[in-house]
């Protein structure tokens, strides 16, 4: 059977580590890029019979491009810390590798769970990201800071596994800010070349929303469908929002030493 290393990019994820890495114990190697983190993961990850190496964070694209330099077999599933395998899917994998692939990467689908529910609609069910599943050498991710796509460097179309894997993208709401204002940062830095205004940010917020909300039939998963589409739209409106602050470089008024009129000083 062909052999596969599965990865996993973590950065301060102690809480959900052992969950990810668990999940993957089937694979031949398990690696965990972790980008210093302060929390323990790495430790967690080392105790649990994964590789452990260090990657500074550059984006996402710089962080899975070098992840994959150092997985050493010619197969590899990719997991990010919020995401779980599943035994369905172990075994889809397992049954391609003892095979012959009729591809050289797989679209994996995901299922998301969210506020004590699976999430049916909202554009979150069956939802993809890049292939995680693929021979090494088929594909090559764009160094972008954040949604990073890839470029197919093989001559099969890519396919698509039957079975989902599992998806806790939050476990509180202070997680839906704390990654609202991460990934609109580092979204901003993808609007670089880009001017932009206030007008704009609301524009493609209000669009985000109503995408999520209507359009995906966000609606149909009640509140954890609205606060989906809201948080798109703030995730959405900081991210023009930020790069309109880069962009028009305000600076602070500047204030002079206060001293007492006519010059005299305190006794």
């Keep these: ?145 954040v949604h990073e796509g890839y470029d197919l460097l093989t001559e099969k179309p890519v396919g698509r596994l039957h079975h989902a894997i599992w998806q806790i993208p939050f476990q509180n709401f202070e997680e839906v800010v704390k990654k609202a204002n991460r990934y609109s940062t580092l979204g901003a830095l993808k609007l670089a070349d880009r001017r932009v205004t206030m007008g704009a940010a609301l524009l493609h917020a209000l669009w985000s929303f109503f995408k999520h909300y209507v359009g995906k039939k966000g609606f149909l998963d009640g509140w954890a469908g609205f606060v989906i589409a809201f948080g798109n739209f703030e995730g959405t409106f900081y991210r023009y929002a930020k790069r309109f602050e880069i962009q028009e470089a305000w600076s602070s008024p500047k204030s002079q030493p206060l001293r007492r009129p006519g010059g005299s000083s305190p006794e």
């Design 1 to 145: 059977m062909l052999k596969v290393s599965a990865y996993i990019i973590a950065y301060n994820e102690a809480g959900k580590i052992v969950d990810a890495v668990n999940s993957v114990l089937w694979a031949d190697e398990v690696i965990v890029a972790d980008s210093n983190s302060i929390d323990g993961t790495d430790r967690i990850a080392t105790e649990l019979g994964a590789r452990v190496v260090q990657i500074p964070f550059e984006g996402f694209g710089h962080l899975r491009n070098r992840v994959i330099e150092v997985c050493t077999h010619e197969w590899i599933f990719s997991l990010d810390a919020d995401e779980r395998c599943t035994p369905e899917v172990r075994d889809e994998v397992l049954s391609l590798l003892a095979a012959s692939p009729a591809h050289d990467a797989y679209l994996v689908p995901r299922r998301n769970y969210f506020m004590g529910q699976w999430v049916a609609h909202s554009g979150w069910y069956p939802n993809f990201r890049q292939p995680q599943l693929f021979r090494k050498g088929s594909m090559r991710y764009m160094e972008l800071p």
